[in-house]
């Protein structure tokens, strides 16, 4: 069964909230890639509307936008996510997840996008 770290961004307030996730409410994560937006109510926030914007795997690897599917991929970073180069110039091979969620996702990074009834603060308080 899928359990999740969802880290919810409000940026109106500038803070940012850790949700633990699992069973039927982190299913409806499973096959969503990043950039796609998702019902707030699967971690509490009722009426809201969140956007996937990034996460990690259980080995702590990010996920890409970049790379498609939920496998692991070797890629040639000059920065970006996963990577920051030393010097100009400089690349590295790394390796990463593909944008898509799946049950090797640990934790999802997630923003506000459309704001709902109530208070954030007091809904995931």
Excluded at 4 to 22: K, L, M, N
Excluded at 44 to 55: F, Q
Excluded at 67 to 80: D, F, I, K
């Amino acid at each position: 069964m899928a359990e999740f770290t969802v880290a919810v961004a409000d940026p109106e307030a500038g803070v940012t909230r850790q949700v633990e996730v699992s069973g039927q409410s982190a299913n409806r994560f499973i096959g969503r890639e990043l950039g796609e937006t998702v019902d707030g109510g699967s971690v509490g926030l009722d009426g809201y509307t969140l956007e996937l914007t990034g996460g990690s795997d259980d080995a702590g690897r990010p996920m890409r936008e970049d790379v498609r599917g939920a496998n692991l991929t070797e890629v040639l970073l000059e920065g970006g996510t996963g990577y920051e180069p030393s010097h100009d110039g400089e690349r590295k091979r790394v390796t990463v997840r593909g944008r898509e969620v799946s049950d090797s996702t640990r934790q999802i990074n997630a923003r506000i996008d459309e704001y709902g009834p109530g208070d954030v603060e007091e809904l995931l308080g």
